[in-house]
């Protein structure tokens, strides 16, 4: 039984005219009334989150070959098990650098939570030139890695930077947003937490409420 019609049973409508029901079910959705789980499944895609694509269903992958700043080749699979947040930037793309702050802000937020952040350089001066970028920035606690020969963002299909994609605790990918965010901001953080609670224990949450 598809969905609708889960719904509309859900709710007592009987309604023969597949039109009517569309319309029924759109006035549900304004009025948040929805079974739990037909919306929950879909992630809180507001503000700057909106452009976010995702990936449906969620996909794995494919190997990037990328190092840590000392020259250490680092996989996406050592970080099975978190939700990640892969940045792919440059030292000469102006809306990178307007939102590499939010990110290290962002690292300071999840730091103990089963998140990690990847920030990795496309820049092919590799290891020095990212080093005096960051010193002229002030960036000192960002996860830096490097990808001199552009083999993350050929991986993953992207069409230019920033790209930021998001993925989840299976190391598939859930989805991304080409161009700069406040990745630190609530639009974010309520589509990070989204990602961490599937299929997870429930967790202290990212935003804060109250006083």
Same mark, same amino acid.
């Given at each position: 039984?598809?969905?609708?019609?889960?719904?509309?049973?859900?709710?007592?409508?009987?309604?023969?005219?597949?039109?009517?029901?569309?319309?029924?079910?759109?006035?549900?959705?304004?009025?948040?009334?929805?079974?739990?789980?037909?919306?929950?499944?879909?992630?809180?895609?507001?503000?700057?989150?909106?452009?976010?694509?995702?990936?449906?269903?969620? +996909?794995?992958?494919?190997?990037?070959?990328?190092?840590?700043?000392?020259?250490?080749?680092?996989?996406?699979?050592?970080?099975?098990?978190?939700?990640?947040?892969?940045?792919?930037?440059?030292?000469?793309?102006?809306?990178?650098?307007?939102?590499?702050?939010?990110?290290?802000?962002?690292?300071?937020?999840?730091?103990?939570?089963?998140?990690?952040?990847?920030?990795?350089?496309?820049?092919?001066?590799?290891?020095?030139?990212?080093?005096?970028?960051?010193?002229?920035?002030?960036?000192?606690?960002?996860?830096?890695?490097?990808?001199? +020969?552009?083999?993350?963002?050929?991986?993953?299909?992207?069409?230019?930077?920033?790209?930021?994609?998001?993925?989840?605790?299976?190391?598939?990918?859930?989805?991304?947003?080409?161009?700069?965010?406040?990745?630190?901001?609530?639009?974010?953080?309520?589509?990070?937490?989204?990602?961490?609670?599937?299929?997870?224990?429930?967790?202290?949450?990212?935003?804060?409420?109250?006083?």
């Amino acid at each position: 039984m598809a969905k609708l019609d889960i719904l509309l049973a859900a709710t007592g409508a009987v309604i023969r005219d597949r039109a009517a029901s569309v319309l029924l079910l759109a006035g549900l959705l304004a009025a948040g009334l929805v079974l739990p789980g037909m919306a929950a499944d879909r992630p809180p895609l507001k503000g700057d989150m909106k452009d976010f694509v995702l990936a449906d269903p969620p +996909k794995p992958l494919p190997p990037m070959a990328i190092t840590d700043l000392d020259g250490k080749e680092v996989g996406l699979d050592a970080f099975k098990g978190r939700v990640v947040v892969v940045n792919l930037w440059a030292t000469w793309c102006v809306p990178c650098i307007k939102e590499m702050p939010s990110l290290e802000r962002l690292t300071a937020k999840v730091k103990d939570r089963p998140v990690a952040v990847m920030s990795i350089s496309q820049d092919r001066g590799g290891a020095k030139q990212v080093a005096r970028f960051l010193e002229k920035q002030g960036l000192k606690t960002l996860p830096i890695y490097l990808d001199p +020969k552009g083999t993350a963002l050929r991986a993953i299909g992207g069409r230019g930077l920033p790209t930021t994609v998001i993925i989840d605790r299976e190391g598939r990918e859930v989805g991304r947003l080409e161009g700069d965010a406040e990745w630190d901001g609530p639009n974010a953080l309520a589509l990070i937490e989204h990602v961490l609670a599937q299929g997870a224990a429930q967790r202290p949450p990212l935003l804060k409420t109250g006083g």
